[in-house]
């Protein structure tokens, strides 16, 4: 999955992207909501504060049935890996037309949101 939103922001950037380029970045301990959306089902994990465990919505267009779990160590370490997104290799310019002219659709959209621009609650 990760490599899939790698290649559409890669082919996508208008400068020059070397492999081991940040394309994406924030810090994990202030992700209140991740959105993960492909065309047949989506995962939103959220947390009304950094300092709580998140929960898990997952839902499927196949079985229109909604699931919801607490996150455990494997949310954890799917967190962390996508919410550090790097380039692992540049793609030429042959490769990035190819991949944008045969992207009909976005394979995935993820949408991720902190606490860094919200007032702190007491």
């Known amino acids: 999955m990760t490599a899939l939103v790698l290649a559409a922001l890669v ?3 208008p400068a020059r992207v070397e492999a081991g380029d940040e394309l ?3 810090d ?14 989506r995962l939103t994990a959220l947390r009304w504060d950094p300092r709580d465990p998140f929960t898990l919505v997952f839902s499927s267009r196949k079985d ?3 699931r919801t779990c607490k996150a455990g160590p494997a949310f954890q370490r799917a967190l962390a890996a996508l919410t550090t997104l790097k380039a692992r290799r540049a793609l030429s310019p042959e490769e990035g037309a190819r991949v944008r002219a045969a992207q009909t659709r976005p394979l ?9 621009h919200c007032a ?3």
């Open 120 to 122: 702190a609650s007491s």
């Open 28 to 41: 994990p301990r202030v992700v209140t909501e991740l959105t993960v959306v492909a065309p047949d089902w």
């Open 64 to 66: 229109r049935v909604v």
């Open 24 to 26: 994406f970045a924030v």
């Open 11 to 13: 082919a996508a950037a």
């Open 108 to 116: 995935l959209r993820l949408t991720v949101a902190d606490s860094s």
